[in-house]
């Protein structure tokens, strides 16, 4: 069997306790040293920063980023947007998905199981700049319906994804 076989197979197997050590540090603070790392996890700098070559080579590490507060640039609404099409064919979803990728204010973009189609967490400044990219969107392909919430609060928002721990050997 194959490498990348094993990987879809089984895609934790190559992820032991102290890569899994490593994914957590880096997603609380990526902008530490290697040395850093290797300090919180039990390692000297050369084998940690194999290690975390060896995830962003893997795809486990997909890029190291800066997340930044939307209010303090002018990105005070967010909007959840359940979109619901008619079409359902190969052709309207590549176009749809074209559009919807090419719109800067879409910060997530998902296909759903259930009653609605899609479904899209948009930022924007203010209500005219919902409008404007609202109507962007239903211009781009035809929809059979749009629904918008506007959240008012957010109450929970992380990055860092719950690593598991590694499977007890059986």
């Known amino acids: ?14 992820l032991d306790a102290i890569d899994r050590k490593i994914l957590t540090v880096l997603q609380e603070d990526a902008s530490l040293s290697v040395a850093e790392i290797g300090d919180r996890v ?3 700098s050369t084998p940690c ?7 962003e080579a893997d795809g486990v590490i997909l ?15 967010s909007v959840f947007v ?3 099409s008619s079409d359902h064919s190969e052709g309207w979803l590549k176009k749809f998905a074209e559009a919807v990728s090419a ?11 259930g009653d ?9 400044a203010d209500m005219q700049s919902y409008d404007v990219f609202y109507k962007k969107l239903i211009g781009a392909v035809s929809l059979k319906n749009v629904t918008s919430r506007f959240a008012m609060e957010k109450i929970k928002s992380v ?5 598991p721990a590694v499977p007890a050997a059986g």
């Open 42 to 44: 039990g390692l000297s």
């Open 63 to 77: 890029r190291r980023v800066a997340l930044v507060d939307q209010n303090k640039i002018g990105l005070g609404i």
């Open 1 to 14: 069997m194959t490498d990348l076989a094993l990987h879809v197979l089984e895609p934790n197997r190559r």
């Open 159 to 163: 990055t860092a994804l719950p690593i």
């Open 116 to 124: 609605v189609d899609y479904m899209l967490r948009v930022v924007v």
């Open 82 to 84: 359940s979109v619901e």
């Open 49 to 55: 920063w194999k290690r975390i070559q060896r995830l």
């Open 103 to 113: 719109m800067p204010e879409v910060m997530e973009f998902y296909r759903m199981a």
